[in-house]
């Protein structure tokens, strides 16, 4: 019985501002480790038995960001599903579920997010394994996480019975929402509570059939969806109108809390879901005055903070309980205990649009990169890196000139009817209104400088007449 991971990449981390932006949330950032937090959960599942390639299931924006990060570990995925709208984990789970069985009728489906850090991945990979039996017999298993403190950020799952003679597995009792610390307390010590992981393990078409039982609506609306799904080159996209009918709700809510299938391994792997800035100090190695201290950063008595410099020097004296944050066109300064509420900020900056909600200051994109240097009212000035072998799309723009400046590399340039080359310190001019491309012939990285002048200078001033990554 084939075991298929199923990654979900939906989310955008925003309680990890000004890291995690909409456009490259937390799970594509290395926040604990030298690979991210996608990698990590992928890698993790080296040595389960029976193991395929992992089905991603993510939005469009990050397609290309995951596709690259799984390459550089050489792994292929069965699939990488694009959501045309956010839906929650239900739908997104039961669309792998759909997929999956194309691979195998009774396949088994280990749901995990990307952004979870597991410090033990053995006790984990062991989890995962004990839980095989019970999901291949017809149960949904959740894991569990063995509560180490009365937490009041997480939901809680009560036990009953034990399901084997080992107490390996036990039956699912009840789904308890967050609770105050007197409860918390308690949850504790009764020892029949365990943290809600939001991970699972079951059959794929045992998963169907209770959300046909509890949730009919969105499995209609999802089967519609993949019955009218697409290959897009390397993503399978599913139909957008029938996705955006299908309600939007959570695995627990659609179908955990209902089920008479429910069972629970016990899960002891130093697991957070680094939901917030104070999270990763928890989990983060620290030094003799609690601090944990990354990039350029220079202290003096100072104790208990998470400061992180990604960018500039980051100087701090006399400071307690803070996080601090630096990146290019951001700093988030705040006490600890308050690292919730982060994503009020981000509320902020999307409500007056703010493109700091959204972009780091450099951008990604399936070509390459590029950088905002300067800008004004009427130019600006960007840094471009276009990887090896790739180009732009073939574009034109109605309100902007552009003069692109060779400082690193080799570029192939078309304009209008002409293609030629340019090496360091060679320059060219595309007028307003001319068809061009930028493209990297060479086996370096090419970098260029451009500076744009005109009316208007969005970046939706583009009209793309070719594309080899399939953009509109």
């Not at 239900?90 to 489906?109: F, G, R, S, Y």
């Not at 897009?232 to 299938?261: G, H, W």
């Not at 190695?285 to 410099?309: F, I, M, Q, S, W």
């Not at 009427?378 to 574009?395: D, E, H």
Request: proline fraction near 5%.
């Amino acid at each position: 019985m084939k075991l298929i991971p199923v990654i979900l990449s939906g989310g955008v981390g925003s309680r990890l501002w000004p890291l995690s932006r909409e456009h490259y949330p937390k799970q594509l950032l290395a926040l604990a480790g030298e690979k991210t937090m996608l990698q990590d959960t992928v890698t993790r599942l080296n040595g389960l038995a029976d193991l395929t390639g992992p089905i991603v299931v993510c939005n469009e924006v990050h397609r290309f960001l995951i596709a690259e990060q799984l390459r550089a570990l050489n792994i292929t995925p069965l699939h990488l599903i694009l959501e045309p709208v956010g839906r929650n984990t239900a739908p997104a789970v039961a669309i792998a579920a759909l997929t999956a069985q194309a691979e195998e009728a009774d396949a088994l489906i280990l749901v995990l997010p990307a952004d979870h850090l597991i410090q033990n991945p053995e006790a984990f990979r062991d989890a995962v394994t004990a839980g095989k039996s019970a999901a291949a017999q017809g149960h949904l298993v959740t894991f569990g996480v063995v509560p180490t403190r009365p937490e009041t950020g997480y939901g809680y799952i009560k036990t009953g019975e034990s399901l084997t003679p080992d107490n390996a597995v036990f039956k699912v009792a009840q789904f308890v929402e967050k609770p105050d610390l007197n409860t918390a307390t308690n949850y504790l010590k009764s020892g029949d509570y365990y943290w809600n992981s939001g991970m699972f393990l079951f059959r794929a078409d045992v998963y169907l059939a209770e959300l046909a039982r509890y949730s009919p609506d969105m499995l209609i609306a999802c089967q519609q969806a993949y019955e009218k799904a697409k290959q897009d080159a390397d993503f399978l996209r599913i139909d957008s109108e029938s996705f955006t009918q299908c309600p939007a709700n959570s695995v627990d809510y659609a179908v955990m809390e209902k089920t008479e299938m429910g069972a629970l391994i016990p899960l002891s792997a130093q697991w957070s879901d680094v939901g917030a800035w104070s999270a990763l100090w928890e989990v983060s190695p620290r030094d003799e005055n609690e601090n944990v201290l990354l990039g350029d950063v220079l202290t003096h008595e100072v104790k208990n903070c998470y400061l992180r410099a990604e960018h500039r020097l980051i100087a701090g004296i006399g400071l307690d309980n803070l996080i601090v944050i630096e990146t290019a066109d951001a700093v988030l300064i705040a006490p600890i205990e308050q690292a919730q509420t982060v994503k009020k900020i981000v509320e902020q900056l999307k409500a007056g649009n703010r493109h700091e909600a959204n972009l780091h200051r450099r951008v990604h994109r399936p070509w390459g990169t590029y950088e905002n240097i300067d800008v004004e009212e009427r130019f600006q000035v960007k840094r471009i890196m276009v990887k090896p072998g790739a180009s732009l799309s073939l574009q034109m723009h109605y309100n902007r000139s552009e003069h692109w400046i060779v400082v690193k590399g080799t570029a192939e340039i078309t304009r209008g009817e002409e293609i030629f080359l340019l090496s360091e310190n060679q320059s060219t001019y595309i007028p307003l209104g001319i068809k061009h491309r930028l493209a990297n012939p060479g086996k370096v990285p090419l970098e260029i400088i451009e500076i744009q002048s005109g009316s208007y200078l969005g970046e939706d001033d583009i009209v793309r007449f070719e594309d080899v990554y399939g953009r509109q």
